[in-house]
């Protein structure tokens, strides 16, 4: 048996060939991996409702698949993640059911691909118009960070066919904006903005009727891909008004990179202490991250100090780790923080 559950208690059975065992908790690899001992289970105490992924490591240190578990994670990078659940994990009501099935009720996917400037290379993206999309009504704008992983794994653009099929949420344009080199773009870089500006921004406005202003434009991602936009956004107020972060990699600093490394658990907090000196008000911002992962305790940081700052937010947690089932079941409460309030204004179709 390659993993089994009893109550809070997870026992897992190595396969031949694991020297350790690294996942959820251990941050993968972030803290000490543990080790196997003489062939022996391992057997942990984990959060009850808990989602947790892990993989076996050898004895070169090369992370493998469970054999004996056939239970994958969403992770669209990794193939060696395999998953428990210690009960049952909460999925969001949103994700039950099936997706709109009348064409009228689902949105469209406009390719986009261009050769970059400010990084360079050739850039790809999508650009997703809700259902009923009409050029003569302006739409609220989301940017999205990783872009081809929230379209394709995430299914964010059919999260808002879904909560628009139930008149949950306004209508709003999702651009899915795909990086070339992640840690380059993201960590903390002004030049992103400048990226932004010069090549998304216009190529969208020019193409579809969204809006301009900064209240109507949002930036959206994860890991990296919040940071960026949460740090983005406090930059730029006459850009962006509104911030979805999901696992923020908070621990970051402007001197926190070393050539191309980028450090992620030793550079504290430098942008919760920016926005405690100059405060976002203009902000929206909703923040969530999953309680088995190491950037827990500065997400609850940053959310205490938009709280004290008296930042419009939300927070929220989930009982997994650093990985696409806790964002994808986060995304739905994302999106109706963001476009519920707006609902009543554009009745069901």
Known sequence: MAVSVAGTRVTFTPPEGAAALIGDFTDWTKRPALPVQAGQPIILT???????????????????????????????????????????????????????????????????????????????????????????????????????????TGKLGELLDRALALALIAPAVLVFAEPLDRNEEYYLNDRYFEFLQREVLPQVEARFSVRRDAAGRGLWGASLGGLISLYTAWRHPESFGRVVSHSGAFIASPDGRRGQRIDTTTAGEWLREQLEARPPEHLQVSLDTGTLEWLLAPNRRMAAALQDLEVAHQYREYPSGHNWVTWQNALPEALLYMQGSEASQHPRR
């Open 46 to 152: 984990l959060p009850r409702g808990a989602w947790v992924e892990y993989a076996w490591v050898d004895a070169a240190g090369q992370p493998f698949a469970d054999p004996d578990n056939p239970q994958k994670s969403l992770n669209p990078w990794w193939t060696y993640p395999r998953a428990a659940e210690v009960g049952h994990y909460p999925r969001h009501p949103l994700w039950q059911g099936e997706a709109p099935a009348d064409p009228a009720q689902r949105g469209q996917a406009h390719r986009l691909a261009w050769d970059g400037e400010v990084f360079a290379g050739k850039r790809r993206g999508y650009v997703y118009t809700p259902p009923g999309y009409d050029e003569a009504h302006s739409y609220p704008v989301y940017y999205v960070q990783d872009g081809v992983a929230f379209y394709r």
